[in-house]
């Protein structure tokens, strides 16, 4: 189920009923919001012209999703494929290379950054048919973002890196005790954000190195940055929002 909410009074204002299991990604853009589920659904729902539509694109769960452009929406799964999708025309391209389940995808510009189990963080130029693969991590690749022109990535092995794009290799390693399962980028105060499973956030100044720290309950799931502020979403526990003003 997909419901939009009036945030103001609290309730729910619509709810959609097209998947057929857990949903675990949405991201909205102009009016549009698309959704990736267990079933191996992406899901597309126009708010302004109440009407919904599916694409049964993956064999298996998808696990993230973005917008790669105005008419194209870009998914991954643990079926280990990455799909691109044109919503207008309702067809998509299955594209092949991870060797485990993609966790993540963020698109940028009309290349597309993924990571995945097979320890590799993988940029796709679809339109050019080029790709380009970045080797080091020594477990699962939970998390790569775009980090101005670089590539910030974290992984099981507790590590968060900082690749140059450019010349294709590691420029900086920071270290977490346990697992990071999410970074974050924060233009305004050019700082990112780690999270681990052991819920510690540590904000690193990539001139500098660590610079801050906050310490969850329960491991960090998801993060975003509006301004000076983070909110974080752990296991089993509220949604904290955090003021870099005041860290």
Same mark, same amino acid.
């Given at each position: 189920?997909?419901?939009?909410?009036?945030?103001?009074?609290?309730?729910?204002?619509?709810?959609?009923?097209?998947?057929?299991?857990?949903?675990?990604?949405?991201?909205?853009?102009?009016?549009?919001?698309?959704?990736?589920?267990?079933?191996?659904?992406?899901?597309?729902?126009?708010?302004?012209?109440? #009407?919904?539509?599916?694409?049964?694109?993956?064999?298996? +769960? /998808?696990?993230?999703?973005?917008?790669?452009?105005?008419?194209?929406?870009?998914?991954?799964?643990?079926? #280990?494929?990455?799909?691109?999708?044109?919503?207008?025309?309702?067809?998509?391209?299955?594209?092949? $290379?991870?060797? $485990?389940? /993609?966790?993540?995808?963020?698109?940028?510009?009309?290349?597309?950054?993924?990571?995945?189990?097979?320890?590799?963080?993988?940029?796709?130029?679809?339109?050019?048919?080029?790709?380009?693969?970045? !080797?080091?991590?020594?477990?699962?690749? #939970?998390?790569?973002?775009?980090?101005?022109?670089?590539?910030?990535?974290?992984?099981?092995?507790?590590?968060?890196?900082?690749?140059?794009?450019?010349?294709?290799?590691?420029?900086?390693?920071?270290?977490?005790?346990?697992?990071?399962?999410?970074?974050?980028?924060?233009?305004?105060?050019?700082?990112?954000?780690? $999270?681990?499973?052991?819920?510690?956030?540590?904000?690193?100044?990539?001139?500098?190195?660590?610079?801050?720290?906050? !310490?969850?309950?329960? +491991?960090?799931?998801?993060? +975003?940055?509006?301004?000076?502020?983070?909110?974080?979403?752990?296991?089993? +526990?509220?949604?904290?929002?955090?003021?870099?003003?005041?860290?």
């Amino acid at each position: 189920t997909n419901s939009i909410t009036n945030t103001v009074e609290g309730v729910i204002y619509k709810s959609y009923f097209f998947h057929k299991g857990p949903v675990f990604s949405i991201k909205e853009k102009e009016g549009i919001i698309i959704t990736g589920c267990y079933d191996g659904r992406v899901g597309m729902i126009d708010i302004k012209g109440d #009407y919904y539509k599916y694409f049964k694109v993956h064999t298996n +769960s /998808v696990f993230d999703l973005d917008f790669l452009d105005n008419e194209r929406v870009v998914s991954c799964s643990s079926d #280990y494929n990455i799909s691109v999708i044109n919503t207008r025309k309702g067809c998509w391209n299955i594209i092949k $290379g991870h060797e $485990g389940e /993609v966790n993540s995808i963020c698109c940028k510009g009309g290349v597309i950054l993924s990571s995945s189990d097979d320890k590799s963080v993988r940029l796709w130029d679809v339109d050019r048919d080029k790709s380009c693969i970045f !080797k080091g991590h020594l477990k699962a690749v #939970y998390n790569s973002k775009w980090v101005e022109e670089d590539i910030g990535s974290c992984s099981g092995d507790g590590s968060v890196r900082i690749w140059d794009v450019e010349k294709g290799c590691c420029k900086d390693i920071y270290s977490h005790n346990k697992g990071v399962l999410n970074i974050e980028w924060c233009d305004d105060k050019r700082v990112l954000a780690s $999270g681990c499973v052991e819920g510690r956030v540590i904000f690193w100044d990539l001139r500098v190195g660590k610079v801050g720290e906050f !310490k969850m309950g329960k +491991s960090v799931q998801d993060m +975003s940055f509006n301004g000076d502020l983070l909110c974080l979403c752990c296991s089993e +526990s509220e949604p904290v929002i955090l003021n870099l003003r005041r860290l």
